[in-house]
């Protein structure tokens, strides 16, 4: 079963408009980490949040996590044609394998 | 180029027959994590090895196998296959046996079952 739930699934927006995806998940975590994934490519690793961490920056993302309502959200600032792709958020569960649950994830489109 | 090597990229096959994935991780990295994607199931975990020792498993199918070597590098051996097992099959690595460090995904193999 899935872990993490995206939200929105999909999502349109203007180049230069930011871009804001959703991740709930059901367990606790030891981190939560956001992956992009151009089509049929292989993923990349954006950012890793920890369980103990609210707020996480890298150059034009920003990433939060509450883990009271078991969630976080990625947020991509003023976009690029160039971030169109799918985000998914993944979840390290406190039993610190190395397994990590991926969500559905968000497609984002950024119109030039 | 991510570092971690993938063959084939594509592979064309029948049902009922087997065919073997290969992985080659990131220099340094001991982890190796086997992933399936499909359009209705998303990416689901199958496997994981840590520096030739087996970790984890997944929703991984008794006909499905997989290995690690002594030189690290993997293969996911699927056998009798089905037209259900048509998916992106992606390897990743990373440096650690534990999920604090970010995954490298290698490009996949596309396996179509026909």
């Known amino acids: 079963s899935q872990q993490g739930e995206e939200d929105p699934q999909a999502l349109s927006i203007q180049e230069g408009e930011n871009a804001t995806m959703n991740c709930s998940y059901k367990?606790?975590?030891?981190?939560l980490q956001w992956y992009r994934q151009n089509s049929g490519r292989g993923l990349v690793h954006l950012i890793l949040?920890?369980?103990?961490?609210r707020e996480k920056h890298s150059g034009r993302l920003r990433v939060t996590l509450d883990t009271s309502k078991k969630s976080s959200s990625l947020l991509i600032t003023a976009s690029r044609a160039a971030d169109t792709a799918s985000y998914f958020c993944?979840?390290?569960?406190?039993?610190?394998?190395?397994?990590?649950?991926f969500g559905q994830g968000t497609t984002l489109q950024v119109k030039p | 180029d991510s570092g971690v090597t993938q063959t084939p990229k594509h592979l064309i096959t029948a049902t009922g027959q087997r065919v073997t994935l290969r992985c080659s991780p990131r220099?340094?990295?001991?982890?190796v994590y086997w992933y399936q994607q499909s359009l209705d199931q998303g990416l689901q975990f199958l496997i994981h090895?840590?520096?030739?020792?087996?970790?984890a498993k997944g929703n991984i199918l008794e006909r499905f196998s997989a290995q690690q070597f002594p030189d690290l590098h993997s293969e996911l051996n699927l056998s009798s296959l089905e037209l259900g097992d048509s998916a992106l099959y992606f390897c990743?690595?990373?440096?650690?046996?534990?999920?604090?460090?970010?995954?490298?995904f290698g490009s996949g193999t596309r396996l179509t079952v026909v």
């Open positions: 367990t606790s975590i030891n981190n």
């Open positions: 090895y840590y520096n030739g020792e087996e970790r």
């Open positions: 990743a690595s990373s440096v650690a046996e534990t999920v604090n460090y970010g995954y490298t």
């Open positions: 949040i920890r369980s103990n961490e």
């Open positions: 993944a979840t390290g569960l406190p039993s610190n394998t190395g397994k990590l649950i």
């Open positions: 220099s340094g990295d001991l982890s």
